[in-house]
């Protein structure tokens, strides 16, 4: 059974940064494909990045060029750096490994001033 649990979100200013974290347990985490995908408040889930297990990145277009996946497999944790933030990226941001249908808590990211 796959585990995930995010961490890192909180409050930040417009144009600010945060660095999202996700451990996750269960699978042999580097053969897999990691996602992030958040959900803005009333909204549906939308994808945000993916990381391949070959380290190929794909980014939605609403955040290219200012978040960045990344992952560690010695702490088998995919990561998301956000920079340049807007109100646009407030919600609850998941990680998930594909092709699993698990998910985590996720963590809240809020931008206002």
């Known amino acids: 059974q796959v585990q995930l649990v995010e961490s890192g979100g909180g409050l930040v200013q417009p144009g600010g940064s945060l660095k999202l974290s996700c451990e996750v347990s269960?699978?042999?985490?580097?053969?897999?494909?990691m996602e992030w995908i958040r959900q803005a408040p009333g909204k549906q889930r939308e994808f945000v990045a993916r990381?391949?297990?070959?380290?190929?990145?794909t980014y939605a277009n609403s955040v290219l060029g200012r978040f960045s996946i990344s992952r560690d497999n010695t702490k088998n944790t995919v990561y998301l750096q956000m920079n340049s933030l807007t109100s646009e990226d407030t919600g609850v941001y998941y990680c998930?490994?594909?092709?699993?249908?698990?998910w985590g808590q996720g963590t809240q990211v809020k931008v206002s001033s």
């Open positions: 269960g699978i042999v985490f580097s053969e897999y494909t």
């Open positions: 998930q490994a594909q092709p699993f249908d698990s």
């Open positions: 990381i391949t297990r070959t380290y190929y990145r």
